[in-house]
């Protein structure tokens, strides 16, 4: 019980950036590039080894917005999903370009976390309307990193 509280208790970073970027973006229904991602792309300041996390970040953030756009289907339930499994996935992503390209060991640990915790989301959320799990994927390794294969 006490692993549940301690977990329940803890803030979902991934959820929290997205509530501050749907906040950036005046709550109007319509996507804005989001604001840390552009600003440090477009600065002077902006490292050479940031631009491939960048470009991977906005990808990821622009295909969740364009997957999170749903038509209605009359299911509050199945549409809940529809909506909320880009959602998910869009985590997914961004929290995988941070473990190829971040540096920082505890970043790293909430990324791999945010990637667990979410992917099991994905999964029950999508049996719980009656629908087939996703496809099972390989794991992503780190950028230069090369994979052991056997």
């Known amino acids: 019980m006490e692993s549940f509280r301690r977990r329940s208790m803890r803030p979902s970073w991934a959820l929290l950036g997205i509530?501050?970027?749907?906040?950036?973006?005046?709550c109007t229904g319509k996507a804005k590039a989001a604001p840390a991602a552009t600003e440090a792309a477009g600065s002077a300041s902006a490292r050479g080894d940031e631009a491939p996390f960048l470009a991977e970040n906005d990808a990821a953030m622009n295909k969740m917005m364009a997957d999170m756009a749903v038509a209605p289907t009359g299911d509050v339930d199945r549409d809940f999903v529809a909506m909320m499994v880009p959602h998910h996935q869009g985590a997914i992503d961004m929290a995988r370009a941070v473990l190829r390209y971040g540096h920082n060991e505890q970043v790293r640990r909430i990324a791999q976390e945010i990637v667990?915790?979410?992917?099991?989301?994905?999964?029950?959320?999508?049996?719980?309307?009656?629908?087939?799990?996703?496809?099972?994927?390989?794991?992503?390794?780190?950028?230069?990193?090369?994979?052991?294969?056997?």
């Open 19 to 26: 509530a501050c970027w749907i906040g950036a973006a005046g």
């Open 116 to 150: 667990v915790e979410q992917m099991q989301e994905i999964a029950a959320m999508t049996l719980a309307v009656g629908q087939p799990l996703p496809p099972s994927i390989p794991a992503p390794t780190r950028a230069g990193v090369p994979e052991v294969t056997k």
